[in-house]
């Protein structure tokens, strides 16, 4: 049976192979094709490995659309369903207006917010308006034939298959979507960060009445240091994050570039990862992980090259002050001219009762917002307004630029998709090649803010909100303050190429979403604009500990891919390392051996003290008082104010080893000590017990330790389990690591990579492949990636599927 289904592979394979070797002539009727496929109808071979990791092999980038729409939909299509659910703004429609609305591709917080928004969107033809732009600002005749082929895969699911996952077996809202779906949805994930996250108060936004309009002066401003704040919080949200790394060659056994991958995202709903490999012989062959949804690989390598994403610091949006019409509020002036709000008027259909419609308000800088969060309002009164500008809510070009990595034989080529595509959303690059070259590039998509611009067109409020968090508000009244264009930007209102933080070809290259500043500790860039983040500022702790950890094993040398996957599973508290031992000094001094809680009573800390002595400074899931000092940290930070944390400051001349030296003798201290001690006490945990004791994830009836920490203790690893006093402690694990990978080079044609998907392939609790690598990551084990042609044949698990569409 092995042999025949061997054979059957090797008979496709060959197919494959001899259409994409066809002489010119034949190639030309082969593209011919992709336009325009045959009555057969799409189709792809999938070569299922261990753990349910599908190696998708096709003619051509329809058919590989469509066995990855196909295979997506076999491992999530509850998932993906919910999210077009959201897509298309029936959310109120299915579940109720005032429901939750999960948060996946928007931070809305009710169904009713989100339906507004994206049923906005929708009726605006928004979507089709950028498909029906040419490459670069459009997506390329490649994506386009793989969103079409996603779709028709997804849809020949359904018709196919019968869904079993019980989050949506038999549900109506489980349909079939189009080409304009998949295209929605990576709209929706590239202005996440912009308009995604004020998605409540651009459709709550409306302009003060008659009565009101006059008597506007009574309308408090924000103040200049709340809106900082609140827009630091906003873009700081720990909601996604991620650690990268790479090495150049002079730094590994062999001379070529290594690099470790690890996002940290939520575990659970549409912001998951995807593992698969996709195949066009000839043309495309690239491993790694998609966002759901989405066509093409967002992070993987290939046989040349490698990369992945962290979160960055750059300020996706910007506002503009309006100037209004005193006559009215809904008209504004620009050099003295009235210009009037465009009205986006929404219905929206809701369970169990009447439809609600809503008017929404634009600008031509964007939506009109009242806030940034619901402790800062931007009142929109008779006399001033404030929208809001996001570049991303107008960018398809992440596919492209997606599409080029994946093809990319070098980091060079890793650039040239970034210049030429300009279609990052909101993530840094970092990349290695077999060659031993490595990259850093903060290239994204970002207003064209630049600190000259901002010193001339800040309002009062931006004067202080742009040095201070990076957002720039601008004076929309004066013409002279449009965006205006960079040379080589591939639409106007964005910086360009010249203006992204790069660097090349360092020992190491590493980011944990701190500013590009401090990419490499002996090669700081400096030189770019406020808005993709501060140069000279204090570090977090993670990437404090990251640059230690990293450096030292360039110094090291002769690294190769165990070595990452050591890095990955270290577990090191940086924050331990700088502090346990003071604390447990501090500790031990303590009167009586008693401390005071916030609720004023005594607690008995003295067990502590010699816990936090003998702790090892990790969060292994066997460490005994890690978990001790997790809790203690979070009460620290909450009864310390940040500049009373420290004894020695911070210095921009040595930022990875300052602050240091923690003040024990800070009001707080005790306080915090003596919560931690009576928290755990209190929810029935030893002071001493392991973390993986209560640390965990439950899947099919077994509870799994997970090892790692929060990303506040400065842990490589990150694991946020959410803290649940009344439930005995921590519950299950609901973000952190999610699609890692370890990868270099040898002298074959096959990368040496090493992967694992923390959270499994499939969110289909029936599914076989709903726990498998999960069970790999309490154990921290690694998956060994069959990239090449003999690996994938002789995998022990191989299945092979050839779908098709039905007639």
Known sequence: MRGRLRRLVLGATALFTAASALPAAAATTGQRAEQHPSRDGMSAVIRYTEYGIPHILAKNYTDLGFGTGWAQAADEVCTLADGFVTLRGERSRYFGADAPAGGDLSA????????????GVRESRTVEKLLAERAPVGPSREVRNMMRGWAAGYNAWLKQKKVTDPACAGASWVRPVTELDVAARGLAIASISGEGRFVETITAAQPPSAGTAAGTRSARAPGAKAVAQAADELWGDPGMGSNAVAFRGDTTANGRGLLLGNPHYPWDGGRRFWQSQQTIPGELNVSGGSLLGTPAISIGFNAHVAWSHTVSTGVPANLHQLTLDPA???TYLVDGRPERMRKRTVTVAVKDGAPVTRTQWWT??????????????????????????????????????????SKARSTSDVLASLDRHQGIPWVNTIAADRAGHSLFSQSQVLPRITDELAGRCSTELGRTTYPASGIAILDGSRGDCALGSDPGAVVPGILGPARMPTLKDAPYAENSNGTAWMTNADRPLTGYERVFGTVGTQLGLRTRGAIEDVAAMADRGGLTVRDLQR?????????????AGDVARACAALPGGTATGSDGKAVDVSGACGVLKAWDRTMDTGSRGALLFDRFWRRLEQAVPADRLWKVPFSAADPVRTPNTLDTEAPGFPTALADAVAELRGAGMALDAPLGAHQFVVREGQRLPVPGGAGRLGVWNVIEPTWDAAAGGYTEVPFGSSHLQAVGWDGSRCPVARTLLAYSQSSNPKSPHFADQTRLLSEEKWVTSRFCEKDILSSPKLKVVRVHESR
């Open 108 to 119: 809305a917080r009710t169904n009713l917010a989100s339906d507004l928004y994206f049923r």
């Open 328 to 330: 009215d509020p809904t």
């Open 364 to 405: 031509r800088y964007g939506p009109v917002v009242i806030s940034l969060s619901s402790q800062v309002p931007l009142p929109w009164t008779g006399r001033t307004a404030y929208a809001l500008n996001d570049p991303n809510a107008a960018n398809l070009r992440f596919a492209d630029t997606s599409l080029g990595f």
């Open 567 to 579: 890095q990955q599973f270290a577990n090191r508290v940086p924050a331990g390392d700088l502090a």
